[in-house]
């Protein structure tokens, strides 16, 4: 319970037990008023907070303030104090999702508040250019007088680099680039403790250069962006930096993947690149706290999409794809220790951070603030209208598929349904491989599907998951694991959560669910329409020509 409660029940108490006491009673009557007023400026100040963004890349649903709900997964086995006291301390949303599985489109959908359909060239990852027309909320920030900075990425890649956070002006690289090579770096160290130390004090000295630069009285907005989440992370990191035993992931990976030692370590050593995100988080939140400034500040921590080079992750709208974590903290501005459930889109984070500093929220956005949700004292569903999101990608990879072609897809999650509609399905959804659009002859050696993207698959990056699926993929008891990873997909892919919830029966031909499957896809046509979905308005072709598709744009 907030101090100001606490001390108003003791007032009351104090003032039962002294009542007859006319002077007495009167002060207290004063003092109640102050109490009161400091009790409700609290939660409702108009005073513009700092805002501070954790946005690690390519971090799927994984820490340790998931595992109670979800037990018998690998948030058992991570470690992440940092998000989890975040999530302690503010909110923890359970239903929170991108809009596009892909990195720039996603952060175009989050840094303008819109669909990723709605941001022209800032659609697709190869050849992505942003409008400088469309308004990003760190730009406005900037306008009203705030503070801006970022360290890392923001969005790329893309051109011009990072435009819609203003670019290289407002980079703040000085002490270092090379906490986003986390394990790479630690990994060749000879003391690698001390490399530890250094990457952490690399994340401390960026902030502080920040910081420096701030005008006094000026609220600011930081946007921390590792990388270190994304490939290519070394192998047996997880276990020799973290202690992370992949061993401890046995009986604990989504049933799409095969549980044999060679993913498991995959994957210990990608929750190792989380938990170094994690410790970078507890560097920032200390500084806050060393400079008085992190209970008005807006705490955010989230990531762009699933995990990398994993089947039905990255580049897929499934949950293992567009699913992620999500915790805000802001002092005592929102009640602490609760769980919502509400669905939540990252579009909608932009919205939230222009009312939070008290601005106007442009209508183009398409995002809705979620700021009802931060001020409410409830966990659970708390807004029933906020039951279900949209999600989609383009083009990711160019080269993936012939003709520089995207896989076109569009989503409505609900808490009891996934629907999805695929609008190529003669295409491949990771991209043509040999045997898979390509003649069996050419098939690249395990080495390089393990390290070039590009040697197959174009839309599932190099990893050792992917080579030992690509060995596997004759054997016949590995078929499934097969098709869940390359297979072609139906126009139109039907999953019962309830029943199903790592969607892996598609019922979209169940006779006795046609008409729910009739109702989410009306339902999400509408959406589509609503917001101008290229996909599904006038201008249907609009994806399938340059430059969002077709030879790739040279920026």
Same mark, same amino acid.
């Given at each position: 319970?907030?101090? *100001? ?6 007032? #009351? ?7 007859? /006491? ?5 002060? +207290?009557?004063? +003092? ?12 409702? &100040? ?45 909110? +923890? *949303? ?61 969005? #790329? ?65 930081? =946007? ?12 047996? !990191? ?46 920032? #939140? ?43 903290? =802001? ?19 932009? $919205? ?5 500093? &008290?601005?106007? /929220? ?36 160019? !080269? ?11 989503? #409505? %999650? ?6 999805? %509609?695929?609008?190529?399905?003669? %295409? =491949? ?14 098939? $690249?050696?395990?080495? /390089? ?36 990873? *390359? ?54 072709? %609009? ?13």
């Amino acid at each position: 319970m907030p101090f *100001f409660r606490k001390t108003f029940s003791h007032l #009351i108490l104090d003032f039962h037990l002294s009542c007859h /006491v006319l002077t007495i009673s009167l002060s +207290l009557v004063g +003092l109640f008023t102050a109490v009161s007023t400091l009790g409700a400026s609290t939660r409702s &100040s108009s005073a513009r907070p700092n805002i501070l963004i954790a946005f690690a890349d390519d971090w799927g649903k994984y820490a340790g303030a998931y595992s109670q709900r979800n037990p018998g997964t690998p948030n058992d086995v991570i470690t992440t104090p940092h998000f989890d006291r975040i999530a302690s301390e503010g909110v +923890l *949303f359970h239903n929170a999702f991108v809009t596009a599985p892909s990195c720039t489109p996603c952060r175009s959908s989050l840094l303008s508040g819109q669909y990723f359909w709605r941001t022209g060239q800032g659609a697709i990852l190869q050849g992505a250019v942003w409008d400088s027309n469309i308004p990003s909320f760190p730009l406005l920030l900037n306008d009203s007088g705030y503070h801006i900075g970022h360290s890392y990425k923001v969005w #790329i890649p893309g051109t011009p680099k990072n435009a819609p956070y203003g670019g290289e002006q407002f980079a703040y690289n000085r002490s270092g680039n090379r906490f986003s090579r986390f394990s790479q770096t630690v990994s060749a160290s000879s003391n690698p403790e001390a490399a530890k130390a250094a990457l952490l004090k690399e994340v401390s000295g960026n902030f502080g250069d920040f910081i420096s630069e701030r005008p006094d009285g000026a609220p600011f907005c930081y =946007w921390f962006g590792p990388t270190n989440c994304h490939r290519k992370w070394t192998k047996g !990191s997880g276990a020799a930096l973290w202690g992370i035993d992949p061993e401890s992931l046995k009986g604990k990976m989504p049933p799409f993947l095969p549980d044999v030692p060679e993913i498991r370590q995959d994957f210990a050593d990608y929750l190792g690149e989380v938990q170094a995100f994690d410790a970078a988080l507890g560097v920032l #939140i200390r500084e806050l706290e060393r400079l008085g400034e992190l209970d008005n500040t807006l705490v955010l921590v989230s990531g762009d999409h699933g995990i990398p080079g994993f089947p039905r992750a990255k580049c897929n709208l499934y949950d293992f794809g567009v699913a992620v974590p999500l915790a805000i903290r =802001w002092g005592n501005r929102i009640f602490p220790e609760r769980n919502v459930d509400d669905f939540v889109n990252l579009m909608d984070l932009a $919205p939230t951070f222009l009312e939070a500093a &008290s601005l106007t /929220v442009p209508e183009i956005m398409t995002g809705k603030s979620i700021m009802p949700l931060l001020s409410s004292n409830q966990s659970g569903q708390i807004n029933q209208a906020r039951d279900f999101v949209v999600t989609g990608r383009e083009r990711h990879v160019a !080269s993936a598929r012939p003709g520089e072609l995207p896989y076109p897809q569009r989503a #409505i %999650r609900t808490s009891d349904y996934l629907y999805i %509609r695929n609008f190529h399905p003669e %295409r =491949w959804p990771m991209g043509i491989a040999p045997g898979f659009g390509l003649p069996e002859a050419q098939w $690249p050696n395990e080495n /390089v599907m393990e390290k070039n993207t590009f040697a197959a698959f174009g839309d599932f990056d190099a990893s050792p998951t992917k080579a030992f699926l690509g060995s596997m993929r004759h054997q016949p008891e590995m078929k499934a694991f097969i098709d869940f990873a *390359f297979g072609r997909r139906p126009a139109e892919e039907l999953y019962d959560l309830r029943e199903d919830p790592h969607q892996l029966t598609n019922l979209a031909s169940d006779a006795t669910l046609q008409g729910i499957r009739a109702e989410l896809s009306d339902r999400l046509l509408q959406v589509l329409i609503e917001t101008n979905d290229p996909r599904v308005t006038e201008n249907i072709q %609009r994806y399938e020509r340059p430059p969002y598709a077709g030879p790739l744009m040279k920026n």
